[in-house]
């Protein structure tokens, strides 16, 4: 199965835009043989950057001007916003992982998650999971999401399960794919460097499956000129605000391709999925490793709710 790790900018804060982008990504990722093509965090519009430089209570007025052109930015599942990624998956009948900013379209209709989908080679959604934990200033941007998309989906290409950037870090969130039988984990995210690439080795070796790290890239030049305080934020128009790094990791921890450091591009690289279950001859945690009469894990995937109508779901 070949894998495509997308690692570009998107058209920061512009929703059709970069959706259109990422259309001609996976169109050049297909014709490379591209069986999975995989973006980064938050890629549709952008990832909120700015939250990491804008100052606690003190930046009010512009949080709000930002929040505004990102809700303005977010992709609402009911609508056609993604019908043109959908359309470009059942083109050439691949497998398709993406984050994005999510806008509720239930509820308050206001609530952005950070989400990340999968979309089938037939073009329909077969999976989306809302980050369970924002982190740290990130909690200003994002609501908490739900387990119902905690899980792995099976696709031509694999058992595919996705945990977004720190969600990485909760041993639990992943012990829950790993007893789904996940063969290709993969962590999009904001993250970067030596210590970060070291965490998703570990998971690779704990979990025994194939890692893919997708990493965010941003440069200065990347942020729009009508970039709210850009002059203050993003003075430097080639900075590299994030690097990128995305990485492809063996079943026992083994970096096989990248990782991909301050590069535009796509990263290749042809999986064999046997090699995920012949990895947990010596160790498999959920299952002869496991010790299921001294620690059991619960979860709780029913959809979480604000409100229960008593005439039945909200439409």
Same mark, same amino acid.
């Given at each position: 199965?070949?894998?495509?790790?997308?690692?570009?900018?998107?058209?920061?804060?512009?929703?059709?835009?970069?959706?259109?982008?990422?259309?001609?990504?996976?169109?050049?990722?297909?014709?490379?043989?591209? !069986?999975?093509?995989?973006?980064?965090?938050?890629?549709?519009?952008?990832?909120?950057?700015?939250?990491?430089?804008?100052?606690?209570?003190?930046?009010?007025?512009?949080?709000?001007?930002?929040?505004?052109? @990102?809700?303005?930015?977010?992709?609402?599942?009911?609508?056609?916003?993604?019908?043109?990624?959908?359309?470009?998956?059942? +083109?050439?009948?691949?497998?398709?992982?993406?984050?994005?900013?999510?806008?509720?379209?239930?509820?308050?209709?206001?609530? @952005?998650?950070?989400?990340?989908? /999968? $979309?089938?080679?037939?073009?329909?959604?077969?999976?989306?999971?809302? +980050?369970?934990?924002?982190?740290?200033?990130?909690?200003? /941007?994002?609501?908490?999401?739900?387990?119902?998309?905690?899980?792995?989906?099976?696709?031509?290409?694999?058992?595919?399960?996705? @945990?977004?950037?720190? !969600?990485?870090?909760?041993?639990?969130?992943?012990?829950?794919?790993?007893?789904?039988?996940?063969?290709?984990?993969?962590?999009?995210?904001?993250?970067?460097?030596?210590?970060?690439?070291? #965490?998703?080795?570990?998971?690779?070796? !704990?979990?025994?499956?194939?890692?893919?790290?997708?990493?965010?890239?941003?440069?200065?030049?990347?942020?729009?000129?009508?970039?709210?305080?850009?002059?203050?934020?993003?003075?430097? #128009?080639?900075?590299?605000?994030?690097?990128?790094?995305?990485?492809?990791?063996?079943?026992?921890?083994?970096?096989?391709?990248?990782?991909?450091?301050?590069?535009?591009?796509?990263?290749?690289?042809?999986?064999?999925?046997?090699?995920?279950? #012949?990895?947990?001859?010596?160790?498999? $945690?959920?299952?002869?490793?496991?010790?299921?009469?001294?620690?059991?894990?619960?979860?709780?995937?029913?959809?979480? #709710?604000?409100?229960?109508?008593?005439?039945?779901?909200?439409?």
């Amino acid at each position: 199965m070949k894998l495509a790790v997308v690692q570009s900018p998107p058209v920061f804060l512009d929703k059709r835009a970069t959706i259109d982008l990422a259309v001609d990504l996976v169109d050049q990722a297909a014709a490379g043989g591209a !069986e999975l093509v995989v973006f980064t965090e938050a890629f549709i519009p952008g990832y909120p950057a700015w939250v990491w430089r804008l100052r606690p209570g003190g930046d009010w007025g512009l949080s709000e001007q930002l929040h505004e052109r @990102l809700l303005h930015g977010a992709v609402q599942l009911k609508s056609d916003d993604l019908d043109p990624l959908y359309a470009v998956a059942g +083109k050439h009948q691949l497998t398709i992982v993406c984050g994005i900013q999510e806008r509720d379209d239930n509820f308050s209709r206001a609530t @952005l998650y950070n989400s990340v989908i /999968v $979309i089938g080679p037939d073009g329909t959604l077969l999976n989306r999971h809302r +980050k369970l934990m924002p982190t740290n200033p990130e909690r200003m /941007v994002w609501g908490f999401g739900d387990a119902t998309g905690l899980k792995v989906v099976d696709t031509p290409a694999g058992r595919i399960g996705t @945990l977004l950037c720190w !969600e990485n870090y909760m041993p639990l969130a992943r012990y829950a794919l790993y007893a789904q039988g996940v063969e290709i984990y993969i962590a999009p995210t904001y993250d970067s460097g030596d210590g970060w690439i070291g #965490s998703l080795q570990h998971i690779a070796r !704990e979990g025994r499956c194939w890692v893919i790290g997708s990493g965010n890239l941003l440069r200065g030049q990347d942020i729009p000129d009508d970039f709210p305080d850009k002059d203050r934020l993003y003075p430097v #128009s080639d900075e590299w605000i994030n690097p990128g790094d995305s990485v492809v990791i063996a079943p026992g921890g083994e970096i096989v391709a990248g990782p991909f450091h301050q590069k535009i591009g796509i990263l290749s690289y042809e999986i064999d999925l046997e090699k995920v279950a #012949s990895a947990k001859r010596a160790l498999d $945690i959920v299952g002869h490793y496991s010790r299921p009469d001294i620690f059991t894990l619960q979860v709780n995937n029913t959809k979480q #709710s604000p409100v229960d109508f008593s005439n039945g779901a909200v439409n």
